[in-house]
Nanobody, 122 residues
Framework: QVQLAESGGGLVQAGDSLRLSCAAS????????MGWFRQAPGKERELVAT????????TYADSVKGRFAISRDNAKNTVYLQMNSLKPEDMALYYC???????????????WGQGTQVTVSS
């Protein structure tokens, strides 16, 4: 079991950058595939990015490709989401998620953080 805690959200202007962090408890962090989701009011929850246990493979939603980058540091039990060139449409509550299965991560992760708010003004 892991517990996840996001941080790094805030209010920025369009074109700015933010780096979100997700700190995991426990000593089994490296056993989990990790991902970032986001949800804006009135919209479906969206999978933003994923990264496998080792960090050797990543995926991104088309809407963030080229702008966002997911990474992890297993020694620090932390996963990151670097967000560049932020747009107003990126405004959402961002959630960190973990799953033992890569399939489960994309469908319904085993664990969720509580979310961190990203607000982008134009």
């Amino acid at each position: 079991q892991v517990q996840l805690a996001e941080s790094g959200g805030g209010l920025v202007q369009a074109g700015d950058s933010l780096r979100l962090s997700c700190a995991a408890s426990g000593r089994t962090f490296s056993s989990y595939h990790m991902g970032w989701f986001r949800q804006a009011p009135g919209k479906e929850r969206e999978l933003v990015a994923t990264i496998i246990r080792s960090g050797g493979s990543t995926t991104y939603a088309d809407s963030v490709k080229g702008r966002f980058a997911i990474s992890r540091d297993n020694a620090k039990n932390t996963v990151y989401l670097q967000m560049n060139s932020l747009k107003p449409e990126d405004m959402a509550l961002y959630y960190c998620a973990a799953a033992l299965s890569g399939i489960a991560l994309g469908m319904k992760p085993d664990y969720w953080g509580q979310g961190t708010q990203v607000t982008v003004s134009s």
